[in-house]
């Protein structure tokens, strides 16, 4: 990596959000593989340039790493959700060895994020930044949700 | 069955719930094999006697038949308070192969049933009128949450 790209993308592996995936990856990583590698290098099976995702065909089924990696990434916003708001979220991924599914975060009993998944055998982001975006978009939507239903979420 | 007890059983077997149920386990016939069966032979499965318990090993993994029965009761709880409250319930079973999971069923962004299982491959009930109350006493808590809180069950 040049410096030039350091210097932009310092606030960016600082974020709360990097800072978090980063720490979930290493809980999942029992044998220390990631202990000496960089955020960007941890971060990278998360990244998907257009160049990579042609390389992946249309069809296919997910393995335990995808299957493990998106786990980290909605664990990693439930963690955040949970930071902010003071309540415990809990993911739960649903995903069938298909690669389709759904995956929730409740707070209490409010649903603050539901999504359907699918082709998750292609899960990933064109870049970290995009990545973040994507987070910080479902967590202040999630983050809303609380504020405005926050007897729900206390239940 | 004598006739004694056909008598008693009468109006549980024409309950909301148990034609419910037997809907639900017709949906997933395939092949037809139910289609001469009786309401109480079509529901036979999910009732363990004590003595049919005790048969069963305390650790087991539950096979595709056991989830599959999982499934038709909450999807039979699902459709029952879709049909009282008018808007849609998801059912969410998650189970892992040894049989642990988590099973929600939401209404909107509402969690309106959320239960943790244990030990699915022994999952049944005494008798289909412990069954009926069961579901009836998880019906009652979801209406009256979808009553108390139905702007969050709206979205």
Chains 1, 2 share one sequence.
Request: hydrophobic fraction near 45%; aromatic fraction near 6%.
């Amino acid at each position: 990596m040049s410096d030039a790209q350091t210097v932009d993308t310092d606030g960016l592996l600082n974020s709360q959000f990097v800072v978090e995936m980063v720490r979930q990856m290493r809980a999942i990583d029992s044998y220390g593989s990631y202990d000496k590698l960089s955020t960007v290098e941890i971060l990278e099976p998360f990244i998907l340039t257009p160049e990579k995702k042609r390389d992946i065909p249309i069809i296919g089924d997910p393995d335990e790493l995808v299957m493990a990696r998106i786990r980290v990434f909605y664990n990693a916003l439930s963690a955040m959700i949970e930071a902010e708001c003071g309540l415990t979220a809990v993911p739960l991924v649903n995903l069938t060895h298909e690669g389709f599914g759904r995956v929730l975060i409740t707070v209490g009993k409010l649903v603050v994020m539901d999504r359907t998944l699918r082709d998750v055998h292609r899960f990933g982001f064109p870049s970290i930044s995009k990545m973040k975006d994507e987070g910080d978009k479902i967590l202040s939507v999630a983050l809303e949700l609380i504020g405005n239903y926050s007897k729900v979420a206390g239940l």
